[in-house]
Each structure stands twice: as structure tokens, then as C-alpha cells.
């Protein structure tokens, strides 16, 4: 078929398959030729099969904010998104680094501040902090690990461009579609896994038990019992936590399945009560423990918090990691990463104005055309402004908002992020991306999956790709060196 | 395995046997009303009440007369009916994300497209030119998740915990045609050997599909005696009161292996064997049929009750 479809003429993106300027980039050169060949009647069969297959696995997100639980189905698209080996060597460095720094930067903050003694991050940012946790002063976590599992959010803006985003450390979803994602790749197009030398991301679930039984609590035994903890059925995530769980060989249970027990949390099986050394949580801080947080939350485990500190149980990630992914922490990430692993950051953050600060919000009052802002505490692409793309009535709204709480926002300048072409009903079509590879932390060391969940935004010319807004997904391949 | 799970299974299997049940007695109810000549509603009156699902109908009727079309409407695919085919498969279905862990894809699979199937086939209400291959449809895909069950799932207490849901539902279902329709089985019936009492005895048999088993046990010459011992004291009759608490003790005795106390639950099994189901079909007339289904529903209740608290369901 004619691949360069109507709709990839010259754009001012990057576009990872076909660069800036329309040839053909070294990464996709296989993959062309196969596709080239293919019939596209054939392919859009394939698009159908997909996701009979999705919806017949359950691979479904429920959507928040409606009368009725919905199950919805994250859209596919077919044509993968490739990163060569050397691309990926380097990134993945980078996001080694960035994860090591975080957890040395959790460690010191939970303990003597440092940081703050260096006077590199103001204390207020730290003790004023909602996210941070004054419960897990002090606290050793088992194994010295806080965040067990990360997933950092990296955009592209050109060949050697990559940007972190976001660093997601308290509780990253997603890495059920990235394994899905290929399992859906291998049955419908082996042919083309013949051809190309893509490093296999299966084996995530069995790195995970392994990573996360590696900081197991002193009172394991020999084979360290996990559970993978869920707020229930109606989450939206539920089918990631069933799905890890049942590819981990753990029990999913939800916290009126816990109990403390003698000292221990433990689960309420048909023969009694059973202690947990890891739980892989999926419920957020505050809803861990009625008894230490939120009172009224049904989803935690009351006591659960006294165990932990009293080190007899391990939780994953640990609480009070959501301070090191908080946005007007993100600011600072340059100068952690140099503090605490004393090299240069290889990765790099995206400019950012705090409107907390008088001049910062001055600055982006004057330039909301241009800018994306951004809720502090914000996740999942809500309550945000994409600038270039807003109306003048979402900007002037937005202002308001803006001037009334200056404190809750960060802003970003707009970036170019690259585009990977989709398979629309016209043939191949650029349409932003970004990437979230997954990383597995423990005292055994940092192991990051090659390559991670591409989400895509399927709109023509739209940069958000969250599934909540209307985002897809694409298989994302690493090639073997 | 936790308790939940235990639960999750349990009633994920209660549900589509319920699903199952209800579909088989709607088909009766359809066979019988289109080949009797003097058909009125009044067979419907009885399918809904072999449901179990008379009294939440009749209340929502406020006072009007069941007519065929609202309770075929009722007993498939309304929403306001728990033990509706549709509401069934979807309880069995949500249960089934609750123990995704415990059953294997293949299972979960035909769970799922029985549940997308089901949720197609009856988002309108069903005409009774399309009733058979709905209810076909329905069938077909009952039988693939309990195939997928025995095909693919290993003999773990997972294993006993789905069984013992089916067969408890199932028992109680066969107890509830029988309690519905008993008189018609008493030897005092008065009107024996007339063609209404033929009709109304196949009606039973087929609402637990044993009319080919039931003439390979008797021949052509079993009455109403011959009903009711096949229906509740057969061995070899899989929908039977016996053969059903036999498959719910066995289930149960695999389980109790693994626990040093014994399982009051068991027990209550042995005592509904050794007090119902152990005699001859004289000595249950003899009791009197309708105060022996009484007691036999009674003791599945308490049975299922047990279950509960001995595998730590809830809390």
C-alpha cells in the first residue's frame, strides 16, 4: 500500500518514522517493508480482531464521573512504536539515574533533609508539602526501598530530545496494556517479530514477584508471601490489579480481606487468617489506614501503618513517596538528581514556572496563550489548559481559577512532541505520542522493561493522550542491539 | 485460597446455574403453552413461581393479570428481577472479575462473551418468533463456561467451591418445580391417566431435561410415582435432590482433607442424605411429597449457610 497516506505531508513535528523531513528513519526501515506490502483491507481486519480480542480478555477501564460504572476499552492502534537499541540505552540510563536519585532523595527527606540543610529545596517545600507524609519520619523501610515500581512519563521532541514529564511514584498504571499490548502483536502479526529483533517485555510480571519479594520484611520465611492490594471492582484500574495478580500466582485482596493479626497484617483465608509480607498496593496513602489516615476510608486496612513502622510488612510503593512525583517538587528534579548521584542529570526536565512564586505567576498570566498549566495535585489530564489549543473563554476561565488559588498550578511551556504514525481510515496519519517505561527497584538493583506503554492521542493534532481523554495505545518496541 | 474468592466462586456458579435453570423453564413454559389447545396464562403463573420469581412480579403487576409476553419479558432480561437470565449472567460475570485470579483464562473467556452475548441478544425485549434461538444461544453458551470449567480448571479447592455453588442451586431448583407442581404428582389428584396430568408431568421432566432419562430409567409406563422418585431419589440423574447433595458432599470432603476440624457443613450434608434422601419413594408419600420438599428446602438453606461460615466468606 501507498504508506505515505494523504495525511503525512510535512508537519513541524518530529515524527519518529519519518524524522522531520519525510525520510524514512533507520528504526522503521524493516517494518516499512513489511507494511508496504501488506493489503489494507487485510490490516483493518486486523484492527477489528484487536479489539475483539481486548474486549473478550476484559482488558476494560472503568470511567469515572458517570452514573453507571462503565467499561471501557483503551483503543489500539496496530502500527508499533519503534525505539532502537542504542536510543534506548540511553534513555534507559537516564531513567535509572532519575529513580536512584529519587529513592536517595526519599530516604534523606523522611530522615536528616540533607537536601534541605544544603538549602537546594526550601524546607516549606518540603513540611508544607500535602503530599508529604510526617507518619513515615524516621521509618526504615525494608530493604532501604521506597519506590518498588515507577513509571516515568518521557516525551520526544526530536531525535536526541527526551523530556521527563512526570516521575510516577506512588502507585503507576498501565503496564497491563503494555503487556497485553504484545501479546495482541505476536498473535496477529508474528510475521513480523520473525523479521525484527524486538527485546520481549514478558517478563515483567515474574521480574516484578521477584523485585518485590527482594524486600521482603526480616520476619519472611524462605518464599515471601504477596498480595497485590485493590480499592475493589469499581476502580478503574481493577483489571491491571487482577490481571498482575493473577500473572504474579498472588492472592488479590481488598482491605476487608486484611486484618492485623498477632503483629502481622493478615489475610482471611478458607482455613483462617494468613500473614502478608508484601503487599503491592494499588489504594492511595490516604486511604490506607482509618486508623492513621482517613477515617472514613473502607478500602484500607486499619493498623496497617503500626506494622509497617514496626517493620513486619512490606508496602509497595512505600507511603509517602507521592512527595518525590508532585509537580512543584518536579521543578527541582535537576538539582536532585546532581545532590544525590552527583553526576549531571542525562535526562531532562521540562522548564517549569511555579505560579506559587510572584514572579512565575506573572510570568504565565502573560503567556497562557502559549502555555500548558497544570494542576499540582492534578493526575489523568484533568483540570488542565493546553494553552495554544484553548478557546479564548477556557483562558479567560482559567485565569480566574488561576488568580484565586496561584499556589495550585505549575506551567510548562507547549511542547513539540513527536508524532508516530496511526493506521486511520486514510492510511498512515501522525499522531503525538508519549512513553511510559517501567521500572522495578530493589536491593538486587534497578531493572527498567525495554520500552513501556506508548500512549497516542488518536485526535488530529491533539497532544493529550490520557485514556480518560480520549488517548490510545501502541506496542513499543525495543530493538536488540 | 481467601475467603472472598471462596464466595466469589460460589456464587458466580449459583448464577449461571440459576441463568441456566430459568431459561430451561421459560422454554417449557413457551412448549407448553403452544401445544395445549385450552392454553391460557395460567402456565405462566407457574413457571414464575418454579423461578421463584412470582411474588417480586405480581408486585410489580400491581394487580394485572400475568400475561405470557411480561413474564417471558420478566424472567429473561428485567432489571428489576435479581434472578432474571439477564440480571443472572450479569451477577455471575461480576462475580467472576471478583475471582478473576482463581479462574483460568479459558473460563473467564467464555464467562465474558456469555456475558457480551447475553447483554446484545437482550437489550430489547425478545419476540416470541426469536424466543427459541435466544434461549438457544443462552444454552449454548451455559454449557461452554461449565465445559471450560471441566475442561480446564485444576481439582483444587477452587474446583470444589465452583461445583458445590452449581449443584446447591441446583438442588434447590429441582426442589422448587417439585414444590410448585407436587399435587399434580399425588396420587389423589383425582383426574390420573387424562391427558392434562400427561402435560403437566412432562412439564416437570422437562423443566430438568430428563425426559429421554426418565424413559431410559422406566420405559413408557412411568406415572407420577416413577416423577418423583427420578426426580428426587435417582443416583445417576444429575439434576436429582440425591444426586446433587451426593455432589456437594463429595465436594466437601475433598475440602474437609485439608482442615483438621471437621466441617459442621458436611455434616448437615450427611444428615439431608441420611434423613431425606436414603429412603424408598413410598415412605416420602407416606411423609406426604409437598411437607418433604418443605424439609428438604429447608436443610439446603441451612447447608448453604454453613458453607458460608465454615470457608470464612464474610467477615
Known amino acids: 500500500m501507498d504508506v505515505k497516506g494523504c495525511d503525512m505531508e510535512n508537519t513541524p513535528y518530529f515524527d519518529e518514522m519519518w524524522g522531520h523531513d519525510a525520510r524514512l528513519r533507520q528504526p522503521y526501515r524493516q517494518f516499512h517493508d513489511w507494511f508496504s506490502e501488506e493489503d489494507p483491507a487485510r490490516l483493518r481486519a486486523k484492527q477489528r480482531e484487536a479489539e475483539e480480542l481486548f474486549r473478550l480478555t476484559g482488558i476494560t477501564f472503568n470511567v469515572y464521573g458517570r452514573a453507571e460504572a462503565e467499561e471501557r476499552l483503551i483503543p489500539f492502534d496496530i502500527i508499533p512504536r519503534i525505539i532502537s537499541g542504542p536510543e534506548w540505552s540511553r534513555l534507559s540510563r537516564g531513567i535509572e539515574q532519575r529513580v536512584r536519585a529519587i529513592n536517595a532523595f526519599l530516604y534523606d527527606i523522611y530522615h536528616r533533609q540533607e537536601i534541605v540543610r544544603a538549602g537546594r529545596i526550601p524546607q516549606d517545600m518540603i513540611s508544607g508539602n500535602d503530599a508529604f507524609l510526617p507518619h513515615m519520619i524516621g521509618v526504615e523501610p525494608p530493604g532501604g526501598i521506597y519506590t518498588h515500581i515507577v513509571g516515568i512519563d518521557l516525551v520526544r521532541t526530536g531525535p536526541g530530545d527526551f523530556f521527563v514529564l512526570e516521575d510516577n511514584a506512588r502507585t503507576p498504571s498501565g503496564v497491563s496494556y503494555m503487556l497485553e499490548n504484545r501479546e495482541t502483536m505476536l498473535q496477529m502479526f508474528p510475521e513480523l517479530f520473525a523479521r525484527n529483533r524486538v527485546r520481549p517485555v514478558q517478563n515483567y510480571p515474574t521480574d516484578l514477584c521477584r523485585s518485590l519479594a527482594a524486600c521482603a520484611p526480616a520476619c519472611a520465611g524462605d518464599k515471601p508471601v504477596l498480595a497485590v492490594l485493590t480499592p475493589g471492582i469499581y476502580n478503574s484500574a481493577y483489571f491491571e490489579h487482577a490481571f498482575l495478580a493473577d500473572q504474579m500466582g498472588v492472592e488479590l485482596v481488598e482491605g476487608h480481606d486484611l486484618r492485623v493479626v498477632d503483629g502481622r497484617v493478615a489475610m482471611r483465608t478458607t482455613r483462617g487468617y494468613q500473614p502478608v509480607d508484601v503487599l503491592y498496593r494499588r489504594v492511595d496513602d490516604e486511604f490506607l489506614d482509618p486508623l492513621n489516615f482517613n477515617p472514613d476510608s473502607q478500602l484500607g486496612v486499619p493498623g496497617i501503618m503500626d506494622v509497617y513502622r514496626a517493620g513486619n510488612i512490606t508496602i509497595a510503593n512505600a507511603p509517602g513517596t507521592g512527595i518525590a512525583d508532585d509537580k512543584a517538587i518536579y521543578a527541582y528534579m535537576p538539582d536532585i538528581v546532581e545532590f544525590y548521584t552527583g553526576e549531571r542529570p542525562l535526562l531532562q526536565n521540562v522548564p517549569t514556572w511555579r505560579c506559587s512564586d510572584p514572579d512565575g505567576l506573572v510570568h504565565v498570566l502573560d503567556n497562557l496563550e502559549d502555555l500548558v498549566v497544570k494542576e499540582v495535585h492534578g493526575s489523568g489530564g484533568y483540570g488542565m489548559l493546553i494553552g495554544p489549543t484553548a478557546t479564548k473563554r477556557d483562558i479567560a476561565a482559567f485565569r480566574k481559577k488561576l488568580k484565586a488559588r496561584p499556589g495550585n498550578y505549575i506551567a510548562q511551556p507547549t511542547l513539540s512532541l513527536s508524532t508516530v504514525p496511526i493506521f486511520s481510515r486514510q492510511g498512515l496519519a501522525p499522531r503525538h505520542v508519549d512513553l511510559r517505561p517501567y521500572v522495578l527497584v530493589s536491593p538486587e538493583g534497578i531493572k527498567v522493561t525495554p520500552g513501556g506503554l506508548t500512549r497516542v492521542a488518536l485526535k488530529k493534532g491533539s497532544l493529550v493522550v490520557n485514556s480518560s481523554q480520549g488517548g490510545g495505545t501502541k506496542d513499543t518496541w525495543v530493538q536488540e542491539d | ?315
Request: charged share 25%.
Open chain 2, 1 to 315: 485460597m481467601l475467603g472472598k474468592t471462596a464466595n466469589g466462586l460460589f456464587w458466580m456458579y449459583r448464577y449461571f446455574e440459576r441463568a441456566e435453570n430459568t431459561a430451561r423453564l421459560i422454554e417449557t413454559g413457551q412448549r407448553i403453552a403452544l401445544t395445549r389447545l385450552d392454553a391460557g396464562d395460567d402456565e405462566w403463573v407457574s413457571v414464575l413461581q418454579s423461578a421463584g420469581a412470582l411474588t417480586d412480579f405480581e408486585a410489580e403487576a400491581e394487580g394485572n393479570p400475568v400475561t405470557r409476553d411480561e413474564a417471558v419479558d420478566w424472567l429473561l432480561r428485567s432489571g428489576a428481577n435479581a434472578s432474571s437470565v439477564l440480571s443472572c449472567i450479569e451477577a455471575a460475570r461480576q462475580n467472576a472479575r471478583l475471582v478473576r485470579t482463581a479462574l483460568t483464562g479459558e473460563v473467564w473467556e467464555a464467562t465474558n462473551a456469555t456475558y457480551m452475548t447475553a447483554r446484545r441478544i437482550l437489550a430489547r425485549k425478545v419476540s416470541e418468533r426469536d424466543l427459541p434461538e435466544t434461549l438457544r444461544t443462552i444454552r449454548q453458551h451455559a454449557a461452554l463456561v461449565r465445559g471450560m470449567t471441566l475442561g480446564t480448571m485444576m481439582r483444587t479447592e477452587i474446583f470444589n467451591f465452583a461445583r458445590i455453588g452449581t449443584f446447591l442451586e441446583r438442588a434447590d431448583s429441582t426442589a422448587r418445580i417439585l414444590d410448585v407442581k407436587y399435587y399434580v404428582l399425588l396420587p389423589s389428584a383425582g383426574a390420573v391417566g387424562t391427558s392434562i396430568d400427561n402435560v403437566q408431568w412432562e412439564t416437570i421432566l422437562r423443566s430438568v431435561s430428563a425426559r429421554g432419562g426418565f424413559r431410559l430409567e422406566y420405559g413408557a409406563a412411568g406415572g407420577p410415582l416413577e416423577i418423583a422418585e427420578f426426580l428426587i431419589l435417582n443416583k445417576r440423574m444429575p439434576r436429582s435432590l440425591a444426586f446433587c447433595a451426593e455432589t456437594v458432599r463429595e465436594n466437601l470432603l475433598h475440602l474437609q482433607q485439608d482442615i483438621p476440624d471437621p466441617l459442621p457443613s458436611l455434616d448437615l450434608v450427611d444428615a439431608l442424605l441420611a434423613e431425606c434422601l436414603s429412603q424408598d419413594i413410598g415412605a416420602v408419600f407416606d411423609f406426604g411429597l409437598h411437607e418433604f420438599i418443605e424439609t428438604v428446602l429447608a436443610h439446603l438453606a441451612r447447608i448453604a449457610r454453613q458453607i458460608e461460615i465454615d470457608f470464612r466468606f464474610y467477615e
